[in-house]
Nanobody, 129 residues
Framework: EVQLQASGGGSVQAGGSLRLSCAVS????????IGWFRQAPGKEREGASA????????YYGDSVKGRFTISRDNARNTMYLQMNSLKPEDTAVYYC??????????????????????WGQGTLVTVSS
C-alpha cells in the first residue's frame, strides 16, 4: 500500500517562506510522477507543481511560477515544495500526490489531479497580510 505523509505547513506572514515535505512509503519512488496540489476554502483543488518522473519535466501552476520550487530526494523517498514570497492567496490545504504508472512522462498534464492515484492527508498553509 502506498502512503504519503505531508508536513511543514503553518502560519507565516506575507513575503515569508515555508518548505513542505512529503514522505512517501513505496518502492521505486523515483520511477513515479509526484505533484503538489492545493485547495483553498470554497475553491477547487488546483495543481501547484509536479514532476513527471525522475528524468521528466518540472511544471508549475501560473500562480506559483517563480516563487515555488518542487524537488525530490529519491534516496529518502521524500518530496518537497519550497515556497517563497508567499501571498495571502496562497492560503490553502496543500496535498502531495503520486501516481501508479512507472516511468510515465505526462508532460504538462503531470500537473492535473487526474494523473494521481495516491494522496497525502494535506497540510494547512496560512499566509497573513
Amino acid at each position: 500500500e502506498v502512503q504519503l505523509q505531508a508536513s511543514g505547513g503553518g502560519s507565516v506572514q506575507a513575503g515569508g517562506s515555508l518548505r513542505l515535505s512529503c514522505a512517501v512509503s513505496r518502492s521505486q519512488f523515483g520511477s513515479y510522477a509526484i505533484g503538489w496540489f492545493r485547495q483553498a476554502p470554497g475553491k477547487e483543488r488546483e495543481g501547484a507543481s509536479a514532476i513527471s518522473f525522475t528524468d521528466g519535466g518540472t511544471y508549475y501552476g501560473d500562480s506559483v511560477k517563480g516563487r515555488f520550487t518542487i524537488s525530490r530526494d529519491n534516496a529518502r523517498n521524500t518530496m518537497y515544495l519550497q515556497m517563497n514570497s508567499l501571498k495571502p492567496e496562497d492560503t490553502a490545504v496543500y496535498y502531495c500526490a503520486t501516481d501508479s504508472v512507472p516511468f510515465a512522462n505526462y508532460g504538462v498534464s503531470a500537473i492535473r489531479s487526474q494523473v494521481y492515484n495516491y494522496w497525502g492527508q494535506g497540510t494547512l498553509v496560512t499566509v497573513s497580510s
